[in-house]
């Protein structure tokens, strides 16, 4: 689980050159994922885990956005929520925008809720689109590494601890029976944290 170590993790780690990670990606993942879990009764750990994961990812995205606006922007290079362009989607400038896009995001996924709950495929169809975008969570940063042939700004501690989070998730679907789909879910995302930790272990070496 995200703790405040974490958070102080990535400010020693994170600032405006550093490029290592491939967080603008990872948060509209877990936001995306977390939104459209609240369709359906399940168990409270899940709930609040739901609950705490968004809250310190968005403040993980605005301790991101700080470091890398340190500077002032100059106004041509400023991208806006309130400019509704396809392009720019989930790369403005300003910690507001983002906050904006989530409160869109809640506010129609909320009514469509509302309005569709007592729909058996509506439900289940939000349900499984979330567990389908939370396997994919790591994926953004696997490609990115792959990319540039580089993990600056990892270290095998930090993965290690992803593939623990991934590991004892799944380990706990097995034992509660869970339906299919979680296991695969936890499984994709464990296989992938085992790609990223072979490569941070490689391209060290190649660094070497």
Request: proline share 3%; glycine share 4%; net charge positive.
């Amino acid at each position: 689980m995200v703790t405040v170590r974490n958070l102080n993790t990535w400010r020693r780690h994170f600032n405006r050159d550093d490029v290592g990670f491939a967080y603008s990606y990872i948060h509209i993942i877990i936001h995306i994922n977390h939104v459209l879990r609240f369709g359906k009764f399940y168990e409270l750990p899940l709930l609040v885990q739901s609950f705490l994961m968004i809250a310190v990812m968005i403040a993980m995205l605005e301790l991101c956005l700080r470091m890398k606006n340190q500077a002032n922007l100059p106004p041509s290079s400023v991208k806006r929520f309130t400019d509704f362009n396809p392009s720019e989607f989930w790369s403005w400038s300003y910690f507001s925008d983002f906050l904006q896009c989530l409160v869109v995001m809640g506010l129609v996924t909320g009514l469509a809720t509302y309005l569709f709950v007592e729909s058996g495929m509506f439900v289940e169809s939000i349900g499984t689109l979330s567990l389908m975008t939370e396997s994919t969570l790591a994926l953004p940063q696997f490609i990115k590494n792959y990319q540039s042939r580089s993990t600056k700004g990892m270290s095998v501690k930090m993965v290690l601890l992803w593939f623990i989070g991934d590991s004892f998730k799944t380990l706990y679907f097995l034992v509660r029976a869970s339906p299919f789909q979680f296991v695969l879910c936890g499984s994709t995302q464990t296989l992938i944290d085992i790609l990223i930790l072979y490569q941070v272990i490689s391209y060290d070496k190649v660094r070497e």
